[in-house]
């Protein structure tokens, strides 16, 4: 029977939960019910199969991040197992300590409960040198083998300029191995001073024939509620403009036979990034961020999502691609989303309508980008982890709060 359909050992795990003071999410709920449920000690990948066949949304630091948690409130323990991976189980008798018993063939461990774990006998401690013992600098050195040269007796050192001269550089250095794969660069930046040309110089100067570029979706004009590919219009406002000296510098570098894919990518969110995880906090504190007009829309990407784009980027052919989620939601559909996350209704609003006051040329928060990501999905085979910010969310919130 799967974990979701056992509501009296769902509603044990929510108590146990909130007994410590903890925030009940469904990844701790599921694993409590997954550890308790199983007849041995369970690994990282064999939980998160576990949760993957509830249908219960999660990614590898959420779960990591719900087991260290169960762990420190003494709910569950790990034991190493015998491939150096650590193994979780339910503590059913409170400080009880049993052995386990591992199969080195299957690689199984199985509980013996009526066994104890007997404590490790230690060596006795090394005793400490006497007093009068000799320092390591007083000890004799040890007597030269027969026939071989004394210390002073060895040749001196041939002097600097006896040293054959250094190859002079070459202009571009050849691959040791031709069969080797060869290198790719991942460029980022996006200043005004555009680090990004220093890097494709570097990589035209070695041979390295092909470049990622980081870019971002919010060069796009404000579309309404059309949706946005990457062959729309692209607006140069001040802050842009490094994103389009990147750009400009990745399209040298294919002009000059290289490959140059260029990522547009929409805003990031997910733990590791700090607005978002800011916006998150507030939100716990009844106080929604919104900015622009209620009806635009916003397109983001969680970090996990970007990371295997940018992977997937490497098997597309040049050009410009949208790194964004399938869904992009208006900004009313992102507070609430967001508010949903961290199970609280937003009390203030802000700022709202009162950021377009400094102007859709001065941020790009304000206007509408509903961006689709059509192009990278036919082209590399890709999909994001989390469909749109509503699933993002609610598994960035077990991370985070």
Known sequence: MPLHEHPAATDAARELIAARGGRVTRTRVAVIQALQRSAHPLSHDELGAALDGAGIAHDRVTLYRALDWLVEQGIAQRIAGGERAWRFEIRRDGDHR??????????????????????????????????????????PAPAPQDGAPAPQDLPAPAPQDALPAAP????????????????????????????AATVVDAALAAGVPRLVQESVAMIYRDGGT????????????????????????AQRFGQSGGEATVLRFGLFYGPGAAHSEQIMRLARRHIAFEAGRPGAYASSIHLEDAASAVVAALRCSTGIYNVVDDQPVTKTQDRRAMAAAVDTRAWVVGPGRLARVFGDRSTSLTRSLRVSNRRLRA?????????????GYRSMADVVL
Do not use: K, M
């Open 98 to 139: 049993h052995a386990h018993f591992h199969c080195e063939r299957c690689g199984q461990i199985v509980c013996l409960e009526d066994v104890p774990a007997a404590a490790p006998a230690l060596p006795e401690a090394v005793p400490a040198p006497a007093p009068d013992a000799p320092a390591p600098q007083d000890l």
């Open 168 to 195: 002079a550089p070459q202009d571009a250095p050849a691959r040791q191995d031709p069969s080797a794969p060869a290198p790719q660069i991942i460029s980022i930046g996006n200043s005004t001073e555009d680090p």
């Open 226 to 249: 059309d949706w946005i590919d990457e062959d729309s219009p692209v607006d140069h406002y001040p802050i842009s403009a490094g994103n389009h000296a990147a750009e400009a510098s």
């Open 379 to 391: 082209a590399a085979d890709w999909a994001p982890r989390y469909p749109s910010v509503r699933e």
